[in-house]
């Protein structure tokens, strides 16, 4: 067993890569890692693994994720993406039905935060992850997206960060959610102070992962089990619904003494058999489109019916063996963008692309 941090679990296993290392054989990918892992050359390739009509049968955000350069280099195994959670009790009670759009969301929170005051109920409207760590990435992405904008054009490779849609995205973050629907307090939040307020009853809506249905449908923790809704996530008028892509991989090493053993240990992790499991034992939501129809899936996770929707507009990170590079300018961009109300926010995005540029000529310096 690995450590439990990613970030941890990483250094272990590059370790034993970097030194040609014939310890492992198949091992776990985080949904980030592929592009990094392929062009190191410690993944083996794996497209004569899984030939294209196999791929077919997963979700397509996973397969994107595992391909760089053409070549496929890891096998979803199960999948993570961001999800709308909101209070069914409270939108029920004032007449609405979950928000399609970002501005419609705002609305409904006003409302109620407003109409609850008057009872002497003291919420928020909204609660996400906002502190500058990956998770801020993560959710800034899904805003950035559903405006129709992009931090690199995945058709051109262009670095789009000072774009129109997603200058008005992060202006709108800054603007509109925090310290207004949003306590300001979400600028230090990540996934679990996120989910706390939401859980002990004040917060109408909330951004994050699908475990955070479990805990908030736990009556010996949560105050609102039973009351809890999910939902994809909204959109900016004329945009559509995205959610960043989490989850985990399965890879093989490339320097793997028994390759054909490991082949086959990676096809039957998976396999539907192994997946349903997983879905069955351990709540965590398969990367094979089939299941969301398993009958057995659904009855033991219920809320998956909702979540098939959202898995399906699950998208990458940008995808680079250099991400956590750029994911550190992404943090400091976003952080200083949302945090502070008088920031030029087209300048430090154009400052931050100028640096993500620097960052990609490294990467094709080494083709």
Request: hydrophobic share 40%.
């Given at each position: 067993m690995g450590p439990h941090s990613s970030t941890a679990f990483h250094d272990m296993l590059t370790q034993k890569l970097k030194n040609r290392s014939s310890d492992v054989d198949v091992f776990l990918m985080d949904v980030v890692w592929p592009p990094e892992f392929g062009s190191a050359g410690w993944a083996m390739p794996l497209d004569e693994v899984v030939p294209p009509e196999e791929r077919e049968k997963f979700l397509k955000?996973?397969?994107?994720?595992?391909?760089y350069r053409g070549r496929l280099y890891g096998i979803p195994f199960f999948i993570d993406s961001g999800l709308l959670f909101?209070?069914?009790?409270?939108?029920?009670?004032?007449?609405?039905?979950?928000?399609?759009t970002w501005e419609e969301l705002?609305?409904?929170?006003?409302?109620?935060?407003?109409?609850?005051k008057r009872k002497g109920n003291h919420i928020y409207g909204y609660s996400g992850q906002f502190k500058q760590y990956e998770g801020l990435v993560c959710d800034m992405l899904e805003f950035i997206m559903s405006n129709g904008g992009y931090?690199?054009?995945?058709?051109?490779?262009?670095?789009?960060?000072?774009?129109?849609?997603a200058i008005k995205a992060v202006q709108f973050v800054r603007d509109r959610l925090i310290g207004k629907v949003a306590p300001r307090g979400v600028?230090?939040?990540?996934?679990?102070?996120?989910?706390?307020?939401?859980?002990?009853?004040?917060?109408?809506?909330?951004?994050?992962?699908?475990?955070?249905?479990?805990?908030?449908?736990?009556?010996?923790?949560?105050?609102?089990?039973?009351k809890v809704g999910i939902s994809v996530l909204p959109h900016f008028k004329g945009g559509k619904s995205f959610s960043t892509l989490g989850g985990w991989q399965i890879g093989i090493s490339a320097f793997s003494s028994h390759k054909e053993a490991a082949i086959r240990f990676a096809r039957f992790l998976s396999s539907k058999r192994v997946q349903k499991w997983m879905a069955l034992i351990a709540g965590k939501a398969p990367t094979r489109k089939s299941l969301y129809n398993d009958k057995d899936v659904l009855a033991k996770n219920p809320h998956f019916r909702e979540m098939k929707?959202?898995?399906?507009?699950?998208?990458?990170?940008p995808r680079s063996p250099l991400y956590p590079a750029i994911s550190e300018v992404l943090q400091r961009y976003f952080s200083k963008a949302i945090s502070d109300p008088g920031s030029d926010i087209l300048t430090e995005a154009k400052a931050a692309g100028r640096e993500i540029e620097e960052i990609i000529k490294l990467t094709k310096g080494n083709q």
């Amino acid at each position: 067993m690995g450590p439990h941090s990613s970030t941890a679990f990483h250094d272990m296993l590059t370790q034993k890569l970097k030194n040609r290392s014939s310890d492992v054989d198949v091992f776990l990918m985080d949904v980030v890692w592929p592009p990094e892992f392929g062009s190191a050359g410690w993944a083996m390739p794996l497209d004569e693994v899984v030939p294209p009509e196999e791929r077919e049968k997963f979700l397509k955000g996973p397969i994107i994720a595992n391909t760089y350069r053409g070549r496929l280099y890891g096998i979803p195994f199960f999948i993570d993406s961001g999800l709308l959670f909101y209070r069914k009790d409270l939108l029920d009670a004032y007449g609405f039905e979950p928000p399609e759009t970002w501005e419609e969301l705002v609305r409904q929170a006003e409302t109620i935060v407003d109409g609850e005051k008057r009872k002497g109920n003291h919420i928020y409207g909204y609660s996400g992850q906002f502190k500058q760590y990956e998770g801020l990435v993560c959710d800034m992405l899904e805003f950035i997206m559903s405006n129709g904008g992009y931090v690199i054009n995945h058709d051109t490779g262009r670095v789009t960060l000072a774009d129109t849609p997603a200058i008005k995205a992060v202006q709108f973050v800054r603007d509109r959610l925090i310290g207004k629907v949003a306590p300001r307090g979400v600028l230090t939040y990540q996934e679990p102070e996120s989910l706390d307020l939401f859980i002990q009853g004040k917060a109408v809506f909330m951004r994050n992962w699908p475990y955070a249905w479990s805990r908030s449908n736990d009556p010996e923790t949560s105050r609102v089990a039973g009351k809890v809704g999910i939902s994809v996530l909204p959109h900016f008028k004329g945009g559509k619904s995205f959610s960043t892509l989490g989850g985990w991989q399965i890879g093989i090493s490339a320097f793997s003494s028994h390759k054909e053993a490991a082949i086959r240990f990676a096809r039957f992790l998976s396999s539907k058999r192994v997946q349903k499991w997983m879905a069955l034992i351990a709540g965590k939501a398969p990367t094979r489109k089939s299941l969301y129809n398993d009958k057995d899936v659904l009855a033991k996770n219920p809320h998956f019916r909702e979540m098939k929707d959202v898995f399906l507009t699950a998208y990458p990170r940008p995808r680079s063996p250099l991400y956590p590079a750029i994911s550190e300018v992404l943090q400091r961009y976003f952080s200083k963008a949302i945090s502070d109300p008088g920031s030029d926010i087209l300048t430090e995005a154009k400052a931050a692309g100028r640096e993500i540029e620097e960052i990609i000529k490294l990467t094709k310096g080494n083709q």
